[in-house]
């Protein structure tokens, strides 16, 4: 009797030292970290808040705007009505979700772990850098990009089903709904002087560092790229997402910097009939659109499919984000020996790898990236519900990300 007890306490005192081990200790009443920076004494600018109040009932979608517009027909129009819905009541309290008086947006945790991870004045996480001559010809040095994402309350609600239990996030609760939006700004560390058309952008001060993965420092960024996602069921033949984008023209007409983001272009497939690796002018695509009016030199991915300005040419928004699964068997990058493998029109709830016990992400990258960084965090948690030999293999070598300094 004795002997039990005393068992139980031990395993008690286990299980609460376990508990205390993994979870993150609550700040501000805040579950997840904001960052894992170290807010100085000295700062009195603003400090960033992870949105992670998550609605516990599945909210309803409200105005889908870009429903009035056919994205194959009417791409302009569609990509604005989507940015619209992005600044509404966010560019008024500088994207301080927490304070926007129009609608809900929430950020995804666990992205504040390594030197790429969350910093503490924007939550900015680090992108992969622009090589010389990448943002403009008069480029020479390497910048690095910093950027910040959000989802509407649909994809907000998936999120906290998915870290309902923060210390056990359960990948099978991923199913966005059509009218889920994301949204991520994205900024450069590139001066004005190594490309022009970044004048009068929107700026602001980040605990950035210059090239990805060294030091930060606080310094200044500036608005290059703004990237969309919408869950439209509208796209479900071929990916079930519409990803688009803008680049910033400091030579375009209007009032704001954010009235001077030019659409890019956005696509909802991967067009995988299109096997060469390059080919211009990009009429041969038919699921990418891509804006005949853009100012700053286009930055496209293979054969002239949709990216931004700070992407891989050897990859496409849709690419990328198909492989988005739990537990990811594949690299984010297509690999060379097999690159049609990445242009599939993989649909919003398929696993790009399938198998026993895997889990499609629907797209989110940024969910895929948290899940990595918790359970490398915490590789105890880590429950293996595959049986090795039922498994497909694993070609991944490399942790997700947008791409590092040697992915070229
Ligand atoms: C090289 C791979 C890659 C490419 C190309 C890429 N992304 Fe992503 N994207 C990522 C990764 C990794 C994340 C998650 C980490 C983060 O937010 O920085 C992400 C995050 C996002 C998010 C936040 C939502 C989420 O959870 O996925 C949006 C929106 C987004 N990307 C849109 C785009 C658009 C639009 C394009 C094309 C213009 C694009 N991406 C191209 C890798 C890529």
Redesign the pocket.
Known sequence: MFLQRSTLQVLSFAAVALCFSVEPPAVGGQTFPSSGDTVPNSWTGPVFKLRQDYPKIKPAVGTKPWKSFNFKTQPVPYLQSVLSYCKEGNVEVDWQLEKNTVRNWYH?PW?HTTPNGREFVHGL?G??SSRPHELDPAQTGSFANW?V?F?NAPGGYVIGQVWKDPNAPNPSAVLFPDGTV???LLFTTAPVAQVPYLKNSFEWQANASASSGGPRSIQTVRLLQV???VRDSRANTTTGWV???FVYDGNAAGATPWDRLVP?GLMWGNDPAVTEPTKTPTTHLAETFINPAVGPAQHL?RAGR???PV??PK???L???ST?QWKALSN??PDASDPMRWFRNIKATEAFDPGPGQHSLG???????GLERFHTAHPSQLTETIAPAAAPPSKKTKP????DEDDN
């Open positions: 995804a992205l996480t992108e992969r950027a994402g989802y994301t949204c991520k990237d969309v996602a990803f688009g984008t890019v991915g949709l990216n931004g992407d891989n990859s496409s928004c690419s990328c984000h988005a984010v990058l797209y989110s990258l940024q969910i895929a990236l997700i990300s947008r791409g």
